[in-house]
């Protein structure tokens, strides 16, 4: 298997969605091994010619930063931290966020100024290379100073403690290094401090939420063009000249896809009685390509963040300087996932807004869907599902960002909450992806009472495969099976998706 060479290229996302869908192993390049072993070159002897004290290096942390620390116990100082510092709690993190953060903590300890051991990262790579996934806690990190907690609970195996999944079992850190016959890192100066300071675990769900959000935004406009369609809906407000003269980047490329989605239906081209139609149609381009357009602006923050060096102090020797700083602080990524949240949130508020349009007993589509309302109540319950959903994402759209909790005895008295804004933005990506499953389940059902007209062959050849799973609803039936079902058609359209047609469209 080809190993991918840590710092041969900037990270970005499409870079990380290859990796993972090749599942590629990690080395060090020579450049990242030279930054690393000049690193902790000068930090050694730093150590024994500077006298004053190395905030983090030869004293405590936090408000214990004038607490000066014996040489000789600067290596059980780091291990301490690094116990210490575990106390998350809560769900666990998802393996495909630990997979991650591995992965951008090796990224940011490779440019040689954390002052860590070759054989600290290395360490690191092999929990990735090997599938080992710390269990980390979700809740804990106020994002500054950095994912604290988080990645304590991400390292701890590095020195046999903590536990470890593995080949689906969960084993301790010292029961893994049995296993594996693998001894426990013995740590130097600095070295636990660079291991939990930083903004891996925040960073770790950005990426995966971009990845997922480039996903879901082609899927609305997918669904969304389906139930136009099945609302005999009119395709001008699509038209190119439209959005030329209002040309937001996101907005132009979702009414293209509309266009694209309805290329030669014959629906769309049957005459129409009405004039326009409601908002949750007819703006679909301004609605879904202002959080486009969001996707897009977050990705750029994310993408800064991914390659840079976020611990603290930070280590520069070729200039002979140990800078205290501030890089851990994750105001950028806070108020950028937040931003997500909103933007995201919208994706499914409108949706609902579709689903109940095709259940209000317009256009000629019978009261919910169904040929005998009344005997039946066809689809009223699952537009009660979509806006309980729904509201319970417009509860979790407000900010984590705006909140600060003074923390270390005042020290650290502006934190960015970054970590629960990640959580939190993760639930409401999940939310909408259940919202446009009900969505889908209601507009198939719709376009059946369009017949014997037919769609484009995008939809219909989606429908041809969704009906594999889902049956038309001719009575009352069971309905949580067949939105279950849904989400997981759902899951397989995104996961169906040809990389270039996810980064381009």
Known sequence: MEKYKILSEPLTLKTIHRLITDQSQLELSQEAVGNIQECRDYLDKKIQTQKEPIYGVTTGFGSLCDTSVDEKKLGKLQENLMMSHAC?????????????????????????????QL???????????????PVVYQQGSLGASGDLAPLAHLCLPLIGLGEVFYDGTCYTGKEIQTKLNLKPLKLKSKEGLALLNGTQFMSAYGVWLLMQSKKIITIADLIGSMSLDAFNGR????????????????????????????????IACQKKRHVQDPYSFRCMPQVHGATRDTIDYVTKVFETEINSVTDNPTVFPKEDMIVSAGNFHGQPLALALDFLSIAMAE??????????????????????LVAQPGLNSGFMIPQYTAASIVNQNKTLTMPCSSDSIISSQGQEDHVSMGANAATKCYRIIENVEKILAIEL??????????????????????????RREVDFIHTDTVMYDKIKKSVEFIHDLENGFEISSVWQV
């Open 441 to 466: 389940f209601n507009a198939a059902q719709a376009m059946e009472f369009r017949r014997p007209l037919k769609s484009s062959s995008v939809i219909e050849s989606i429908i041809e495969d969704y």
């Open 235 to 266: 395709t001008e407000p699509f038209i190119e000249e439209v959005h030329a003269i209002r040309p937001h980047a996101g907005q132009s490329i979702s009414a293209f896809n509309i266009r694209r989605f309805l290329e030669n239906s014959e």
């Open 119 to 133: 054989e600290t990262v290395q360490g690191l790579i092999d929990l990735y290379n090997h599938h080992y996934y």
């Open 347 to 368: 994706l499914g508020n409108i949706s609902e807004r579709r689903i109940y349009q095709l259940i209000d007993g317009k256009r000629d589509l019978p009261p919910f």
């Open 88 to 116: 998350g709690t809560g769900e666990t993190v998802p393996h495909e966020i630990i997979r991650l953060m591995l992965l951008l903590k090796i990224q940011s300890l490779s440019y040689g100024h954390s002052g860590v």
